[in-house]
């Protein structure tokens, strides 16, 4: 083979290595979360909730695994139990008691201090779910 074979051979081959490295490296963007674990898997925002829920482009997910322990009372029966209320280290957590938590802050914590604390349908205490809140939760503020 002559020069200009060899030029044409090689400059043919770097078309096609560049051209399949470009078509791997576009290749189709992942597919939005429909589930809590596909929420948590594309790196959702998860609350500190319960149930657990996790945001994602402005989408909430809850964590229908996560079964709500009952409370019962002194004759055994489900009650609902004091009033709820932000607490935690932080008040990240939504709870009718106390809760211990560690005390780092991460920015998400500063969504929860406008959010609503109350007992949600479940009969448990939780963060009520509001565009405001998901969207805070998907995108916090940078400390």
Known sequence: MDQDTWIAVVVVLLVVILGY????????????PTSFAECVAAGG???ESFPEQCAFNGR?????NQEVPPVSG??????????????GCSGQ?????????????QPQYACYQTA????????VCGWTPTAALTACLANPPQM
């Open 74 to 87: 002194d004759d055994g029966q489900s009650v609902a139990t004091g009033a709820c209320r932000p607490t």
């Open 45 to 47: 925002a998860i609350m």
């Open 116 to 123: 609503t604390c109350e007992r949600q349908p479940t009969g």
């Open 21 to 32: 490295g470009m078509y791997a490296g576009f290749s189709e963007a992942p597919a939005e």
């Open 60 to 64: 909430t997910f809850t964590n229908s």
């Open 93 to 105: 957590i939504c709870s009718d008691k106390d809760e211990v938590s560690t005390c780092e802050f």
